[in-house]
């Protein structure tokens, strides 16, 4: 489970995490997700200016959550499942770490009680 682990660079990690502490950087990395978009369509559903949408999208799409592409005129949006993935993977290596160390205290209580 290590090897998933080591498939992020600690900075990669850090672009994401802090990517996705922001509540409009998530939506629209779960809006592109299921469909492509363009900047303006995005921007067309945020109480913000077209610029400070822009700003949110480079900052996903230095984390890798998103890629940004011309079509025509328009930059479109779509959302990198693999990075979603990557990174659920490694919170699933710290979900293990962490039931691990629960079971060993479940053990340790349930030995001790059968000492009294």
């Known amino acids: 489970m ?3 682990k080591l498939e992020l660079t600690d900075e990669q990690v850090n672009r994401i995490f ?3 502490a922001d509540a409009t950087r998530r939506d629209i990395v779960r ?6 978009a363009s900047i303006s369509e995005l921007a ?4 913000m200016s077209f610029a400070a949408v822009q700003k949110h999208v480079a ?3 230095a984390a ?3 890629a940004r592409f011309p079509r025509g005129r328009e ?4 959302g990198n499942p693999e990075t979603i993935r990557r990174a659920q993977q490694l919170l ?5 770490i962490w039931r691990g160390r629960v079971d060993r205290l479940d053990a340790m209580f349930a030995a001790e009680d059968t000492e009294h």
């Open 75 to 78: 930059r479109i949006i779509r």
């Open 18 to 20: 802090r990517a996705l």
């Open 31 to 36: 809006r592109t997700l299921t469909a492509e």
């Open 92 to 96: 699933s290596h710290f979900e293990q």
């Open 59 to 61: 900052v996903l799409e």
């Open 2 to 4: 290590v090897a998933q």
């Open 44 to 47: 067309a559903d945020y109480d």
């Open 64 to 66: 890798d959550l998103v």
